[in-house]
Each structure stands twice: as structure tokens, then as C-alpha cells.
């Protein structure tokens, strides 16, 4: 795997890590201000709002399982799939939500930073 790759999936790890220990202060290091993420629904949540629901634990994250994930980079652009499962409480209702993540990334300097992310049902 390229030293790239290896760069996304290891913030994409971090990522998970934060949401499951509600790390508030690491999510909102890593993530750009203008990160918005994609709901199944089709909400879009600014970085903050989604932030603001975990710390308040409307959305709260017990286990991450990616099952399979794919990273595509083309210049300073790059994609991470992955078919996930999420066992969470969102909203009072828990569940193991299964669903696939498309999350953007750009390259800045030699970082990679997610842009968006995007959560469809699987």
C-alpha cells in the first residue's frame, strides 16, 4: 500500500476511534471546518452540528466494523469506500446500522484532509 493510502486509512481509523471514545477534541482537530457529512437520509450536517450531537450523545457511536475498504487516488484528490457497520444510538434508537461510506479527501502540503462524507444504506 503507497505511503498515501496509508496516510487516509489511518485518519480514517482515527476518525472512527474519536466517534467511538466521543474524543471531541480530536474530531474537531482533524476535521476542517468546512468538512459536511452526508446522512442516509440526504441531511447534510456541518462539522460542528455533528460534533455538538455526540458531545451530547444524540449520536452515539459504541463500535465501528468496516468490512471492506478501497482507496482511489487521482492527483490531490483521493476517495476511501468503505462497507461499513455502525453500532450506534441515534436519535434514542440503537442500532447496527450497515451502510457505505464515500469519503473525499484532499491533498494539502503532504496531509490528506477529508472534505465530505457521504453515507448511503448498504
Given at each position: 500500500?503507497?505511503?498515501?493510502?496509508?496516510?487516509?486509512?489511518?485518519?480514517?481509523?482515527?476518525?472512527?476511534?474519536?466517534?467511538v471514545?466521543?474524543?471531541?477534541?480530536?474530531?474537531?482537530?482533524?476535521?476542517?471546518?468546512?468538512?459536511?457529512?452526508?446522512?442516509?437520509?440526504?441531511?447534510?450536517?456541518?462539522?460542528?452540528?455533528?460534533?455538538?450531537?455526540?458531545?451530547?450523545?444524540?449520536?452515539?457511536?459504541?463500535?465501528?466494523?468496516?468490512?471492506?475498504?478501497?482507496?482511489?487516488?487521482?492527483?490531490?484528490?483521493?476517495?476511501?469506500?468503505?462497507?461499513?457497520k455502525?453500532?450506534?444510538?441515534?436519535?434514542?434508537?440503537?442500532?447496527?446500522?450497515?451502510?457505505?461510506?464515500?469519503?473525499?479527501?484532499?491533498?494539502?502540503?503532504?496531509?490528506?484532509?477529508?472534505?465530505?462524507?457521504?453515507?448511503?444504506?448498504?
Amino acid at each position: 500500500m503507497s505511503e498515501d493510502k496509508q496516510k487516509i486509512l489511518a485518519f480514517f481509523n482515527r476518525m472512527n476511534e474519536a466517534m467511538v471514545q466521543k474524543d471531541i477534541e480530536t474530531l474537531s482537530n482533524i476535521l476542517g471546518d468546512d468538512y459536511v457529512l452526508v446522512h442516509m437520509t440526504g441531511y447534510q450536517q456541518s462539522k460542528k452540528e455533528w460534533i455538538e450531537q455526540i458531545e451530547r450523545e444524540e449520536m452515539k457511536y459504541f463500535k465501528t466494523m468496516p468490512q471492506k475498504t478501497t482507496i482511489t487516488i487521482e492527483g490531490n484528490r483521493a476517495i476511501l469506500l468503505c462497507d461499513t457497520k455502525i453500532d450506534a444510538r441515534i436519535y434514542g434508537f440503537r442500532k447496527t446500522w450497515s451502510m457505505k461510506l464515500n469519503m473525499h479527501f484532499e491533498k494539502r502540503g503532504d496531509n490528506w484532509y477529508p472534505v465530505n462524507a457521504i453515507a448511503t444504506s448498504n
